[in-house]
């Protein structure tokens, strides 16, 4: 720990927006669906900026953002809200669904096919014309703030393929997918996200651009932005490339020791 390169400060953020490089024409999309009160569903693989996305357009367009990272285990309750019980009998606490249609929010369900359907099903007449969030068990029904947006995520990997969103479910939102960046676009971010210099964040992304052509029988899944990035931290407070590299990519992307060989092979022709 004591021999840490000093780390430069972070790089300099627009006040109170949080940094997201665009990669096509996602933020006018997205205008567009939050004038017109449409929901956005967002597909993509993990690490790939989704979830900056959101917090950017967030920022941009002045409203609250509610995230819940969706899980087998969530339970209607856990979005919408639940009795508890307090020194004074049991009052009613809103989840982040319920605060978010009442603020006018954004509620971003990150994952959302991680959940089940039955507690999903409570987002059908929120997501169309009715915008409506019946409480089951207060016996409000609130009408949906006009500033209130849901936008929901999934990465439609092969493992999710059988899972899928429910016609039902998905014909009611504006979608699209992202990918990871091309390489200037993420040199750029890996700069401004990491403080490295310009030359070690174009090796990086040459790097993950060949580990990405690894092809999926070699890798569950492709190396992210968001491993790319702690990567160019490690590097920058000190630590060697080859280190570096197996501790942020070969070791989080396999546990098989013949594809982590294969990988340090990679990064050895770059670093
Ligand atoms: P996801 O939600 O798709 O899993 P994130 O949005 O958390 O991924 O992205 C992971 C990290 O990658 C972010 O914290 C951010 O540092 C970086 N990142 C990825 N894409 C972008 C982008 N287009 N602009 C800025 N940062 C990005």
């Excluded at 989840?95 to 509620?107: D, K, Q, S, Y």
Aim: charged share 25%; net charge negative.
């Amino acid at each position: 720990m004591n021999n840490l390169t000093s780390i430069p400060a972070p790089p300099r953020r627009d006040a109170g927006n949080a940094y997201y490089r665009p990669t096509g024409n996602e933020i006018d999309v997205f205008e567009h669906a939050a004038s017109h009160r449409l929901p956005v569903l967002i597909k993509g693989p993990t690490g790939c900026g989704k979830t900056r996305f959101v917090q950017h357009m967030a920022d941009k367009l002045g409203r609250k953002l509610y995230t819940v990272a969706c899980h087998d285990d969530l339970t209607t309750a856990d979005l919408v809200g639940r009795h508890l019980i307090g020194s004074n009998g049991t009052y009613w606490q809103d989840g982040p669904l319920t605060r978010a249609v009442r603020e006018g929010a954004i509620c971003y369900l990150d994952e959302i096919i991680e959940a089940r359907k039955d507690t999903t099903v409570v987002l059908h007449p929120l997501a169309d014309d009715r915008r409506i969030l019946p409480l089951d068990a207060t016996g409000e029904c609130l009408e949906a703030h006009p500033d209130f947006m849901l936008v929901v995520s999934y990465n439609p990997g092969y493992r999710n393929l059988l899972k899928g969103l429910k016609p039902s479910t998905r014909q009611r939102f504006v979608a699209m997918s992202f990918d990871y960046p091309d390489a200037d676009a993420e040199a750029d971010i890996l700069i401004s996200e990491s403080g490295i210099d310009a030359d070690t964040a174009g090796r990086l992304v040459q790097l993950c651009g060949s580990l990405r052509h690894m092809g999926s029988h070699d890798l569950e899944e492709a190396p992210s932005t968001r491993l790319l990035i702690h990567t160019a931290r490690m590097m920058l407070s000190g630590m060697d490339p080859i280190t570096a590299c197996t501790a942020c990519l070969a070791e989080p992307l396999s546990d098989d020791p013949t594809t982590q060989a294969a990988i340090l092979d990679v990064v050895r022709a770059h670093f």
